[in-house]
T-cell receptor, first 115, second 111 residues
């Protein structure tokens, strides 16, 4: 069964709205979670590494003020797309490790559409 | 940049084995080979990983060459539901270690 849950699965909203996406590890604690973005017909691109209790580490070219990440507990990380615009429309996916030596497991993704 | 190279696409007949190759000639000693797949509009699904020994689980087998510069993912009896993009990724251990996705290989299983 799923070990990482992502919510919501789909969001459609107006330009200028801020959207929050949740990522939960279901039966384990995850000190580190990862956020990816995937545009149509492209591969997954890592946006940031979310660390419980500390600031997220963003990949080059990703605006930290645009994509706010909060990892306040060992089972929950949130990604907020602030003042979203049509170019932010994408498939957002999170992942988490059970343990250091274990593979990352991914959520089912959130399809964000900005009108 | 991804550290692996894979063919763009391949197909196989349902019920036959699907052998998906991957080159990772610059792999480091502490890096594992991971395989994930992504079915359309879903998150990636973990398949298998290995360091240097061959591995097998309920989904697939992973064959890694002795010099570790290439590997092959084997789906022993492909079904239509195995149609997906398969990603071969090298990654070091550690909770903060990233997965860098390349373009993957699109496997099409035909009836």
């Amino acid at each position: 069964g799923a070990v990482v849950s992502q919510h919501p699965s789909r969001v459609i909203c107006k330009s200028g709205t801020s959207v929050k996406i949740e990522c939960r590890s279901l039966d384990f604690q995850a000190t580190t979670m990862f956020w990816y973005r995937q545009f149509p017909k492209q591969s997954l691109m890592l946006m940031a590494t979310s660390n419980e209790g500390s600031k997220a580490t963003y990949e080059q070219g990703v605006e930290k003020d645009k994509f706010l990440i909060n990892h306040a507990s060992l089972t929950l990380s949130t990604l907020t797309v602030t003042s979203a615009h049509p170019e932010d429309s994408s498939f957002y996916i999170c992942s988490a490790n059970r343990q250091d030596s274990q593979p990352q497991h991914f959520g089912d993704g959130t399809r964000l559409s900005i009108l | 940049d991804a550290k692996t190279t894979q063919p763009t696409s391949m197909d196989c007949a349902e019920g036959r084995a699907a052998n998906l190759p991957c080159n990772h000639s610059t792999i480091s000693g502490n890096e594992y080979v991971y395989w994930y797949r992504q079915i359309h509009s879903q998150g990636p699904q973990y398949i298998i990983h290995g360091l240097k020994n061959n591995e097998t689980n309920e989904m697939a087998s992973l064959i890694i060459t002795e010099d570790r510069k290439s590997s092959t993912l084997i789906l022993p009896h492909a079904t239509l539901r195995d149609t997906a993009v398969y990603y071969c990724i090298v990654r070091a251990t550690g909770a903060n270690s990233k997965l860098t996705f390349g373009k993957g290989i699109t496997l099409s299983v035909r009836p």
